[in-house]
């Protein structure tokens, strides 16, 4: 089972996530102006609320994460040394 | 850059007993393949526009009814599909999905039946990652055409594939089948 936890402090409450979610799992509450989670369980991770937050507040527990072939281990290698 | 070149005797052999090559060899040639992939997928989109989908669509489709020729027919559309989720393996993991208030995971409308599949692990999502290029371009067409041949052959009926949503983690697409034969 899917679980979301949205970082009050870092949510600006663009409601970008809001409007990107296919499945309405969230809406933006608009007396605190953060995003809440209302219907985790139509949650489907495929984390596209991640990239479009501008802050990183989201965070998904207990989900299948795809591979990620596509990252070259050798530029990580070099970025490291530097960041 | 220095390669570590392999020297040694060579004789043609039947069944190969050496891949002469570690992990780190199969993940350059991952790359670079990824990287090829990704540039005639652009290409060919600026060369042919909106056809380049229908050219991708057809290359897949092709491979979905070569690949269907191996599993037994069968009606039963959730039979079918297990049968197609061991045949495109890890590389393309799928689930069924439906939302918390639907019953089962098809519906049927207008004679037809419609599948929601979550496509969790896709080569052609990580392609697209490498080249930076945008999901649902002819490349995901690819694996549309492929998931229809396979079911079309499976089935013996014909049937359509649409995105519903797309991700970084993992993408919604429809199937649905009409009944009735092709």
């Known amino acids: 089972m899917v679980k979301i936890k949205v970082d009050e402090d870092a949510c600006v409450g663009c409601g970008s996530c809001v409007e990107d979610c296919p499945n309405d799992v969230?809406?933006?509450d608009k007396e605190h102006g953060k995003t809440v989670v209302v219907k985790e369980e139509d949650c489907m991770a495929c984390l596209s609320c991640h990239e479009i937050c501008p802050s990183q507040a989201l965070e998904h527990n207990d989900i299948h994460v795809a591979k990620r072939l596509y990252i070259d281990r050798k530029v990580n290698r070099a970025l490291n040394k530097i960041i | 850059m220095?390669?570590?070149e392999v020297r040694g005797d060579f004789k043609p052999e039947i069944i190969p007993k050496e891949t002469q090559g570690d992990i780190d060899d199969y993940e350059e040639a991952l790359h670079v393949l990824m990287k090829f992939i990704g540039s005639m997928s652009s290409a060919l989109e600026q060369v042919s526009g909106r056809g380049a989908n229908a050219i991708v669509y057809q290359a897949g489709k092709r491979m979905g009814h070569e690949a269907?020729?191996?599993?037994e027919?069968?009606?039963d559309i959730e039979k079918a599909l297990g049968e197609m989720g061991d045949i495109l393996g890890k590389e393309f993991y799928f689930e069924m999905w439906k939302p918390s208030?639907?019953?089962g995971y098809t519906t049927e409308n207008n004679g037809e039946t419609s599948v929601k599949l979550l496509f969790m692990d896709c080569v052609v999502r990580q392609a697209l990652r490498r080249t930076g290029l945008p999901q649902k371009g002819p490349l995901c067409y690819l694996l549309y055409g492929y998931m229809v041949g396979a079911v079309e052959e499976v089935m013996d009926i014909k049937?359509?594939?649409d995105i519903?949503?797309?991700g970084p983690n993992a993408c919604l697409k429809t199937l649905t089948i009409k009944?009735?034969?092709k």
Do not use: A, N, P
């Open chain 1, 26 to 28: 969230y809406e933006l």
């Open chain 2, 2 to 4: 220095e390669i570590d």
């Open chain 2, 68 to 71: 269907g020729k191996l599993m």
């Open chain 2, 73 to 75: 027919k069968t009606d």
């Open chain 2, 101 to 103: 208030d639907q019953e």
């Open chain 2, 159 to 161: 049937g359509k594939l």
């Open chain 2, 164 to 166: 519903d949503h797309f």
């Open chain 2, 179 to 181: 009944w009735g034969g």
